[in-house]
């Protein structure tokens, strides 16, 4: 199985912030990674898929990079909607993989 | 527009089965796949498996074939996934998600919560 490995596990940020949460895989998946938002309460949102591409009604302070093994999400500008765990995925190679989760709390 | 609307909560003692159905509407089903993805408390999110709606095709997570059966009924639009021989390990929060494969989960459904417990 592929591991995904996401770093870091938690982080505090402010109203305003821009923070950057990684993702790793064991082995290389080209750009077959996705990132999503869990809240609770909801269903997992797709924010970015293949690596880069924004969800159609996701803010644009999202964006996702990387290729490979080396994957970034970015948030600028964060909002209060946005405290919430986020997941990356990989859909190279079955079985399917997610990150352990980055949780984002307000400082 | 494309829903995904899954039945309700279920508590079962261990050992058993559990069938949780996931109705999709708003797009031809035989088009896309149904994938499952569950989340234990305090947990991370696990593919459980995909079925294609068009032919049948299964592909599982090997931690849990033998154990998984995932179906789909084209004359009602809905998609199943049972799990035998339930263990506590298997309470979660249980979401069906759909994909042409397994590309990238765009539409989910609402979630099932399935507690096992004696």
């Known amino acids: 199985d592929i591991q995904m490995t996401q770093s870091p596990s938690s982080l505090s940020a402010s109203v305003g912030d821009r923070i950057t949460i990684t993702c790793r895989a064991s082995q290389r998946i080209s750009s077959y990674l996705n990132w999503y938002q869990v809240t609770p309460g909801k269903a997992p949102k797709l924010l970015i898929y293949v690596a880069s591409s924004l969800q159609s009604g996701v803010p644009s302070r999202f964006s996702g990079s990387g290729s490979g093994t080396d994957f970034t999400l970015t948030i600028s500008n964060l909002q209060p909607e946005d405290f919430a765990t986020y997941y990356c995925q990989q859909s190279y190679d079955t079985p399917v993989t997610f990150g352990g989760g980055t949780k984002v709390d307000i400082k | 527009q494309v829903q995904l609307v899954q039945s309700g909560a279920e508590v079962k003692k261990p050992g058993a089965s559990v069938k949780v159905s996931c109705k999709a509407s708003?797009?031809?089903?035989?088009?896309?796949?149904i994938n499952w993805v569950r989340q234990a408390p305090g947990q991370g999110l696990e593919w459980m498996g995909w079925i294609s709606v068009y032919n049948g095709d299964t592909n599982y997570a090997p931690k849990l074939q033998g154990r998984v059966t995932m179906t789909a009924d084209t004359s009602t639009s809905t998609a199943y996934m049972e799990l035998r021989s339930l263990t506590s390990d298997d309470t979660a929060l249980y979401y069906c998600?759909?994909?042409?494969?397994?590309?990238?989960?765009?539409?989910w459904g609402q979630g099932t919560l399935v507690t096992v417990s004696s």
């Open positions: 998600a759909r994909a042409r494969r397994v590309e990238y989960f765009q539409h």
């Open positions: 708003g797009y031809t089903f035989t088009r896309y796949g």
